[in-house]
């Protein structure tokens, strides 16, 4: 059987926009304002110094690993009512139903915050697991 390889897929020192693909990528967007959007495979993002904007998928596969989020970085998703953070081991889980569409390592959920009218999932305070 075949190992699928991940795609390297990185930024500059300036604000970049960067696109995933159906494949897993790890993505780093260093440091500017980068917005990134995570594609349908499983990526790993870093969005690095910044205030970056990481676009989750409405529908379709895959979900994304916020790995580095801080004050300043915010999440876009779908403003879909049924959106919902929570707490699964020592990560904030954001899901859809029972879709996964985000997953943002070392973050309690209560430090995360949803808004539905602007779309966007925002850290308020920099406290980590």
């Not at 954001?94 to 569409?101: A, F, L, N, R, S």
Request: hydrophobic fraction near 35%.
């Amino acid at each position: 059987m075949g190992r699928k390889s991940k795609r390297k897929i990185r930024g500059t020192s300036g604000s970049d926009e960067l696109t995933g693909t159906k494949r897993k990528n790890l993505i780093w967007g260093y440091e500017g304002d980068d917005r990134i959007e995570s594609g349908e495979g499983k990526d790993k993002v870093w969005g690095g110094e910044g205030d970056d904007t990481i676009v989750t998928v409405d529908g379709g596969k895959g979900h994304v690993k916020v790995m580095d989020m801080q004050i300043g970085d915010k999440i876009e998703f779908c403003g879909c009512a049924s959106t919902v953070i929570e707490m699964k081991g020592d990560d904030a889980w954001i899901k859809k139903g029972d879709d996964v569409k985000a997953v943002v390592k070392g973050v309690d959920a209560d430090l995360l915050s949803l808004d539905f009218a602007n779309r966007e999932i925002v850290m308020i305070s920099d406290s980590v697991v």
